[in-house]
């Protein structure tokens, strides 16, 4: 039923910022008690939690990444954002949305590289 799609560029130039878009459908990102996250994997390494906004719009941010690292909503899209700014190669990943709570809604992974 809940279905999430991940969008963006998928090449993005050092000191630059990244945008990515989860556009969620089959549930009401408001939905009381609902948990939304971002997670990202880089090239032969495992899955790195970013953070998460809530259905009341409360975020948090992994403390390695708070410093450049911002998620908002857009509530009349249904969207979850994901931005990051100043990024380097080492921001090079498979970036994903998903559903933390209730658990099991994943999107398919946006691929993302920086480089010049």
């Known amino acids: 039923q809940v279905q999430l799609q991940e969008s963006g560029p998928g090449l993005v130039k050092p000191s630059q910022t990244l945008s990515l878009t989860c556009a969620v459908s089959g549930a009401s990102i408001t939905t009381n008690d609902y948990y939304w996250s971002w997670v990202r994997q880089p090239p032969g390494k495992g899955l790195e939690w970013i953070g998460y906004?809530?259905?009341?719009?409360?975020?948090y941010i992994s403390p390695s990444l708070q410093s450049r690292t911002s998620i908002s909503r857009d509530t009349s899209k249904n969207q979850l954002t994901l931005q990051l700014i100043s990024v380097t190669p080492e921001d090079t990943a498979v970036y994903y949305c998903a559903r933390a709570w209730p658990f099991g809604s994943w999107g398919q992974g946006t691929q993302v590289t920086v480089s010049s």
């Open positions: 906004i809530a259905y009341s719009g409360n975020t």
